[in-house]
């Protein structure tokens, strides 16, 4: 084979190459754009949830303050789902 | 030596093959470009972004506790239309049921899921059907459709309105017709492929004669038609404030079963709440016309700090709504796939921090309430003020007859003799009376005499156990001597007088800025001598509102500043923090006069009308900080008014009870309705308005605050200002100064250590996106 011929045939393998590690660079790109987004919906879940709960112990808070209640057994703070990375 | 050729394969020379291969390279740039960059080119625009409400503002008192403030909710958004052409509703009603732990079952789920539905059936309205469409669409679901005949669709008639030949329109119960065995009895498996079939048999049946079109996107047209006629609701929120803690499991639901966006989604929505109560003083969000698509701030403090937000800073304060940019994308096997893009959280919430201790705002409450309670007056009203600033430290009112605006900008009384600060504080500006002189002030009666010397028919009468024969100035109003303070106030030329009460914001409105408030009554000039003249010396025909007396009186014992109250005193975003300014002062009196007065109120709180109440505190004190504290160091001043309804005037439980009947009724405050209170009965053998004023100083800080309660028309045994109000006015105070908490002994000064906390406080470990640099 020729020093011309071989070039072809190298290019035409590196573009193959190429092309494979784009494609997989892209499909891990999209699971991680996937994971990203799921996290995303995750965390922003979560800090709402939080708030809510937050604002339930502002107000059982505000209550035992104004003597209005008697503090119950039960924990008036409900744990916060943690995210594992 | 072999000689290499030169040919091509192909034939080409060299030179064609580089032409040609650079020629179709530069064609694939050139494409890809195009596809690129030029919108025309029909590629989907994949980029997406969710764009959530800009950031209101919260209300905190000037502890930092929150009083108002936007917390989450969790919506599930839909579109009826676009969900049932893709999704079995029995099914999605299971699994969005088990999601949410039981939360709404799925026959609750299945009725909120067809907001057109009644009982489950939904009747098409678009089509009025002729007996020949009927007749066709008939044939269709007995036979067209399938080999068995359709479940959960038919035709009635319906009569005609002008009594023609009737018409027929079309039902259906879509959660038999799309249900999974009804599908599955015509050979479907895939519930997009059966509504589209069922959009072709009603589309076909209802437009013949024309025949079905072959074109793909006119077929679209006509099922899309139909779909519109079946289900006419484009959008629904059939769940609000769903639970918290099965948000997630459901957002896994939605998208294990395929559910677009656009067809069912979690939406984030939000809620105004008020961590400590419902307040009238805290107005609320709501929508005040039709063109609103958004709730805003309406009445009360909520109004007042908008107000402030828009008009002082707005151009100042970051505002900026949370912004999230994702790839919609779609994978070569057809699945949907969300891909993360960007975050910007929204901008830090603005808190307006107003000058309100919520917990003294709490327990003044819960003294008005006990005032109530003892000595049923029609309402009572409280205000408790930083005597500097003018700051108000908590105002409230607790009514016997709940039908009236926000009562202490609201309801207007008869200052009574409380006002006679006023008077001395004028007659001493003016130099028309020193402390130390003495007054005749007769025997339990005065008549009232003309400057010429003439006696006037009007006489001047005493509460029980006045002081008799001559007395000093400043016992005059320690004791709250009728008389004294009519020979003092008329000396006061009218004008001057009236210039005075003026400039102290009486006959005004005082623009808080809370709601509906009224100006109270100023007498305009000219006064009669013996009678309006007179009658202004001890409080008497001039009446006004809680908010404006105690900005009046204020002033006096501020040292001769006049400066309207003050409930906002600052505005914060993260780090940045804007100070409310002050109301400038304007100068009423001068130091030394107002220093006179402040020794006859000490006076008045030693020995004189206000006695009780400075018993009472002082009592409070002992109880909470051991008998031998010295309570002179809490320098009490105080003032008392008890002011007899006169002839003319309406009760005030009789009014009150009077437009309540009205509200029950459901009739309207009319005009004429109003005009017909004056004829009603006036029994004011017992109708007095109580009220006292009572200062003091904290000697940790030194600060002065004062206290102003008023109770209108008490029915119980007492009728004095001290004695109706000066109980509650010294719980005020002593838990103002912090001698109490609740009412009891401050343990937080008791055991070492221990503090609240701050609530509003932020777990940054909850917003991680905020912690990337």
């Not at chain 2, 009644?118 to 309205?125: N, T």
Request: proline share 6%; with cysteine; aromatic share 8%.
């Amino acid at each position: 084979m020729n020093m011309r011929g071989l070039l072809g045939v190298l290019f035409a393998a590196g573009s193959l190459v190429v092309g494979a590690i784009t494609a997989c660079l892209t499909a891990v790109n999209r699971a991680r754009g996937a994971q990203l987004d799921e996290r995303q919906h995750t965390c922003e879940t979560n800090w709402r949830r939080n708030e809510l709960l937050r604002e339930g112990n502002a107000v059982a808070e505000w209550r035992l303050l104004c003597q209005e209640e008697e503090l119950g057994e039960e924990p008036q703070v409900v744990p916060v789902v943690r995210i594992e990375h | 030596m072999s000689r290499v050729s030169l040919s091509s394969a192909s034939g080409l020379r060299p030179m064609s093959a580089f032409v040609v291969i650079g020629f179709v390279v530069a064609s694939v740039a050139t494409w890809v470009a195009f596809l690129s960059f030029e919108r025309a080119a029909g590629q989907p625009h994949r980029l997406r972004e969710d764009v959530g409400l800009l950031p209101a503002y919260s209300i905190s008192d000037a502890r930092g506790r929150s009083l108002a403030r936007f917390v989450p909710r969790f919506d599930l958004e839909m579109s009826p239309r676009s969900m049932w052409q893709a999704h079995t509703p029995d099914l999605m009603a299971r699994e969005i049921s088990a999601a949410l732990g039981g939360w709404r079952s799925p026959e609750e789920l299945l009725e909120r899921f067809f907001p057109d539905a009644d009982g489950g059936v939904i009747e098409v309205r678009t089509w009025d059907l002729s007996l020949r469409q009927a007749n066709r669409l008939a044939a269709w679901i007995e036979e067209g459709a399938g080999p068995v005949p359709l479940e959960g669709i038919w035709l009635e008639s319906r009569p005609q309105a002008d009594g023609g030949s009737p018409f027929y329109r079309l039902l259906w119960q879509p959660e038999v017709l799309l249900s999974q065995r009804v599908r599955q009895q015509h050979g479907f498996t895939s519930p997009a492929k059966w509504t589209r079939a069922l959009a072709d048999g009603i589309s076909a049946a209802v437009r013949e004669p024309e025949p079905p079109s072959r074109d793909h996107e006119e077929r679209t047209r006509r099922q899309d038609e139909v779909w519109s006629a079946l289900l006419p609701r484009a959008f629904s929120r059939p769940l609000e404030g769903l639970p918290a803690e099965h948000v997630l499991a459901l957002r896994k639901t939605l998208k294990s079963q395929g559910v677009a966006p656009l067809q069912m989604k979690i939406a984030f929505a939000r809620d105004r709440i008020y961590p400590s109560g419902e307040h009238e003083l805290y107005g609320s969000w709501g929508f005040t016309d039709e063109r609103q698509t958004e709730p805003a701030p309406r009445a009360g403090l909520e109004s007042l700090c908008d107000q402030l937000l828009e008009a002082e800073l707005d151009s100042e304060l970051i505002r900026t709504p949370p912004i999230y940019s994702w790839l919609q994308d779609r994978t070569v096997r057809g699945e949907r796939a969300n891909n993360y893009v960007s975050y910007q959280p929204a901008s830090d919430v603005p808190v307006v921090r107003t000058t309100l201790d919520l917990a003294l705002q709490n327990f003044t409450r819960r003294a008005l309430e006990e005032l109530m309670e003892e000595h049923r007056p029609a309402l009572a009203m409280a205000i408790v003020a930083d005597v500097e600033s003018g700051d108000v430290l908590a105002v409230d009112s607790v009514e016997q007859y709940e039908i009236q605006p926000f009562a202490p900008i609201y309801h207007v009384f008869t200052t009574g003799s409380t006002f006679k600060l006023i008077t001395m504080a004028t007659a001493l500006e003016e130099g028309l009376v020193r402390p130390d002189d003495l007054i005749d002030v007769g025997n339990g009666a005065y008549r009232i005499i003309y400057p010429d010397g003439r006696p006037s028919g009007r006489v001047i009468h005493e509460a029980e156990n006045a002081p008799t024969g001559e007395i000093t100035a400043a016992t005059c109003l320690a004791r709250s001597v009728n008389a004294g303070l009519t020979q003092i106030g008329l000396r006061i030329p009218e004008e001057v007088f009236y210039r005075y009460v003026e400039r102290l914001g009486y006959g005004k409105k005082p623009h808080s800025g809370l709601g509906s408030e009224r100006a109270g009554r100023l007498t305009p000039l000219p006064w009669k001598y013996s009678q309006t003249h007179a009658s202004m010396c001890f409080g008497h025909e001039i009446s006004t509102t809680a908010w404006q007396h105690v900005a009046a009186l204020g002033t006096v014992v501020r040292g001769g500043d006049y400066r309207p109250l003050r409930i906002l005193s600052a505005i914060e975003q993260g780090e940045r923090r804007w100070e409310v300014q002050l109301p400038q002062g304007a100068r009423i009196y001068s130091p030394e006069t107002c220093r006179q007065v402040r020794d006859m109120m000490r006076l008045g709180a030693a020995e004189g009308t206000g006695d009780d109440a400075r018993m009472a505190f002082e009592e409070i004190v002992h109880a909470s900080l051991g008998e031998a504290f010295d309570t002179a160091q809490f320098d009490l001043g105080t003032k008392t008014g008890t002011a007899q309804k006169v002839g003319t005037e309406l009760c005030v439980h009789v009014e009150l009870s009077e437009r309540e009947r009205w509200r029950r009724a459901g009739l309207a405050a009319t005009t004429e309705r109003y005009r017909s209170l004056k004829s009603l009965p006036k029994p004011h053998r017992n109708c007095y308005t109580s009220s006292i004023l009572l200062v003091g100083r904290d000697p940790r800080n030194g600060r002065e605050l004062m206290v102003f309660v008023v109770a209108e028309e008490p029915r119980g045994k007492e009728r004095f200002g001290a004695a109706v109000s000066g109980g509650a006015a010294a719980a005020i105070l002593a838990e103002a100064m912090g001698i109490t908490r609740n009412g009891r002994v401050a343990l937080h000064e008791v055991v070492d250590g221990f503090w609240e906390s701050s609530s509003p406080h932020r777990n940054q470990s909850e917003e991680p996106w905020k912690k990337a640099p």
